[in-house]
Every structure is written in C-alpha cells, then in structure tokens.
C-alpha cells in the first residue's frame, strides 16, 4: 500500500523541540528511497525545508534538521517559534501504481 | 530572484475545461522540469503531474486521477508551463500550484520553488 504515516498533530512551547514522524512502506522509504519536507501555511507558497532526508536548502534555520531510521524519518523543529505553526508535509518517491510523487497526510503544528 | 507565479483559475462548469498558466523568472526555465500539484479544501498535497525539460523530449507522467484529462506543456521560449484541465469534475476544486523540479536521484525528485497556488473551482 502506497503510504506515507505522519501524526495529524503536534504542538509545543515557544522555544521547545518538536517531532513530525514519517512511516513509509516497502514501496517508498523502506526500499530506500528518500524523504522530503515541507510547510505549507495557507495563503503563502509551500515552502521546502529538507531534502534528501536530512539537508536543508540555503536559506532555512539549522533549527529545522531530518533524520532517518530504517523507513521511518522524521523532522525535528527546535526552538519554537510562533511563526512555525503551519501544516509539514513529507514526501517520497513510491514505486506502486506507477506513482512518482507521494505525500503522507500532513501535520498541523500548533505552537501554544 | 527565483519567481513561480500561477494564473488562469477560476469558477468553472463540470465538464468544462480550464488551462492554468505558469510563469517564472529567475532561474533558466528550460534547464529543469516543472511540475504541478493541488490541495483539495480541507485535504493534503496531491501530486498532478509534471513535465521533463526539452531535452528528455518534454515528455509527461501524471497522477492516475487526472491522466488522459490533464495536460502538461511549456513553452521555454516565454519560460512558461500550462496545465490544460478537460472534463473537470467538482472533485477537481482545488488550488493548485507549480513548481520546480530538482533531480535527486534516479526517479527521485524534489520541489524547490512553489508559487502560491492559484485556485480552481468546479460547480454548477
């Protein structure tokens, strides 16, 4: 089954560290592939933040960092600021139904 | 300045069609693929489809929701990309976005550069 798993929330105090998971399958992560992030916050274009599993772009805080284990990746936001609160989106390439582009589901980060 | 600017949505009929444009600036357009995607009210990121650079043939892969409905082209001389949407239906209502494409590995790509979407409503 094609299947990115994130948690549908998070939150967390100004100034606190927080992490969004990333479950992929034998179709995507699990066979290797890797993972990209990105926030979306209504109304302004989506931004990336992480490619390749775990390097940021020029231009985003080494607040923002990636990580993976086996199939599973995640994103860690330290340093919350309330600015962060917006949707974080993971993607990866799936080899099922001739997909090239999955997204999980997304995850709203709200920041108390 | 790297700039993606979507246009062209709007309100239209189901069974209508509609073709969205997408301009850029600030980078050399006919040196990347450009691909397009959409988020339905209340729903996550859905890829629609995207288009390989000149040299690849400009050839197109789309998501099996909108294939044989949707076409991808661009025109590199105007730095331009369209998605032509045919036979919408109400399911289609989304906004949708463009955006740059960046080769990782073998099959595997990211998007760099978003515009800020450009919404398309299908009702009667």
């Known amino acids: 089954q094609s299947v990115l798993t994130q948690p549908p929330s998070v939150s967390g105090a100004p100034g606190q560290r927080v992490t969004i998971s990333c479950t992929g399958s034998s179709s995507n992560v699990g066979s290797g592939y890797d993972v990209h992030w990105y926030r979306l916050v209504p109304g302004t274009a989506p931004k990336l933040l992480i490619y390749g599993n775990t390097n940021r772009p020029s231009g985003v805080p080494d607040r923002f960092s990636g990580s993976k284990s086996g199939a599973s990746v995640s994103l860690a936001i330290s340093g919350l600021q309330a600015e962060d609160e917006a949707v974080y989106y993971c993607q990866s390439y799936d080899t099922s139904l001739g997909g090239y582009v999955l997204f999980g589901g997304g995850t709203r980060l709200t920041v108390l | 300045e790297v700039q993606v600017v979507e246009s062209g949505g709007g309100l239209v009929q189901p069974g209508r069609s509609l073709r969205l444009s997408c301009t850029v600036s600030?980078?050399?357009?006919?040196?990347?693929?450009m691909s397009w995607f959409r988020q339905a009210p209340g729903k996550g990121l859905e890829w629609v489809g995207f288009?390989?650079?000149?040299?690849?043939?400009?050839?197109?892969e789309y998501a099996a929701s909108v294939k044989g409905r949707f076409t991808i082209s661009r025109d590199d001389s105007k730095n331009i990309a369209y998605l032509q949407m045919n036979s919408l239906k109400t399911e289609d209502t989304a906004v949708y976005y463009c955006?740059?494409?960046?080769?990782?590995?073998?099959?595997?790509?990211?998007?760099?550069?978003w515009g800020q979407g450009t919404l398309v409503t299908v009702s009667s």
């Open positions: 600030g980078f050399s357009f006919g040196d990347y693929a």
């Open positions: 288009i390989r650079r000149e040299v690849y043939d400009g050839t197109a």
């Open positions: 955006t740059r494409v960046r080769e990782w590995k073998v099959l595997e790509n990211y998007f760099d550069y």
